[in-house]
């Protein structure tokens, strides 16, 4: 089953399922008024969108022409976003720049940090930065989207708790990255909002791509129009989605609606950019410069500009399953 939240004239928008294809839509608000009210009573709302499924993939409603500029994120306001360090590959990678600490380096416990989620951005969202020279970067990511899980909650439950799946930009301001961790705080500055793409997908209908709590395709980073990278994000996640739910949930209760992501998709290899077209590439743009910096002594890939593209989708065979992400670089 595929959701979508489509703008309306209220902030948290309006539900609606999404044929496999991607193609058309039926609103779903006869069942659930938004994507939080259909989380907070799963059990009983999750057949009957299913089942309004069913009949959309099967031509029983027509449906309308579905269009991702229509589309918020799923849940434009969530209760709770949370991003872990799921692959410790980016972690080896940026630890180097400045402001990171090797000791937060972990391979035991995931690291986790609370980004805002009262305004969360919808896949075609500009991505609005005050300052061209913060250093802009995209961090491709997959998120998941829960019920209520328990404090101290084991695996088994964690997992259990996985509702929805997609991907999400989660949008850096490296230089501000300093500041924020000098602070003792943690990402606050240097951590905007987050979009989302306009898709999201009940694990059992990802034919097989979900399995042992990750998401095993490919992640295609596009920017303006050149491949950045596709790496695959079931491959080196060191940290499962049951494992980062259980340590967020290690001395809270966790609301149904809480957002987790998995953290930068990141592969271990030795590329550079450019990379060919069956290369894996980055997520992000300070992973490249690490390796540059590396290689050549020096990084070459500049950061994002105003007026700079960036496409972001996970991708089985040739399609894109939640749709993309699209966000054109502005000035406030």
């Known amino acids: 089953m595929k959701l979508a939240t489509l703008k309306n004239s209220r902030p948290d928008g309006q539900l609606v399922v999404v044929s496999t294809d991607l193609t058309r839509f039926a609103s779903a608000g006869r069942i659930a008024p938004n994507l939080q009210a259909a989380l907070d009573d799963w059990q009983t709302i999750s057949p009957q969108l299913s089942a309004l499924a069913a009949q959309l993939d099967a031509g029983d409603i027509a449906g309308q022409v579905f269009d991702p500029s229509m589309a918020l994120a799923p849940l434009p306001r969530a209760y709770q976003w949370i991003d872990g360090s799921g692959y410790l590959s980016h972690l080896e990678r940026v630890r180097s720049l400045k402001g990171s600490k090797d000791e937060q380096l972990q391979s035991t416990r995931p690291l986790l940090y609370q980004g805002g989620s009262d305004s969360l951005s919808a896949p075609t969202d500009p991505i609005v930065a005050t300052d061209p020279e913060l250093a802009i970067d995209f961090e491709a990511e997959v998120a998941v989207i829960i019920s209520a899980v328990p404090m101290s909650a084991t695996r088994e439950q964690a997992a259990a708790a996985i509702r929805l799946v997609t991907v999400c930009n989660d949008v850096s301001l490296r230089r501000l990255v300093l500041d924020d961790l000098q602070n003792g705080f943690g990402f606050f500055h240097s ?112 950061f994002l500009k105003p007026g700079d593209a960036v496409r972001i989708g996970a991708v089985a065979d040739g399609r894109s399953v939640f749709g993309d992400i699209a966000q054109i670089v502005a000035l406030a």
């Open 191 to 302: 951590k905007p909002s987050t979009a989302f793409a306009p898709i999201v997908v009940t694990p059992d209908s990802l034919d097989g791509a979900w399995r042992d709590n990750r998401l095993h395709l490919p992640v295609r980073i596009e920017v303006n129009g050149t491949l950045f990278g596709q790496p695959n994000a079931g491959t080196d996640m060191h940290f499962d989605f049951a494992d980062l739910i259980v340590e967020a949930a290690r001395t809270r209760n966790l609301a149904a609606g809480t957002i987790i992501g998995g953290g930068t998709v990141s592969n271990r290899h030795d590329e550079s950019l450019p990379i060919k077209r069956d290369g894996i590439g980055f997520a992000c743009i300070a992973e490249a410069r690490t390796v540059e910096k590396i290689k050549y002594g020096r990084a070459r890939t500049p």
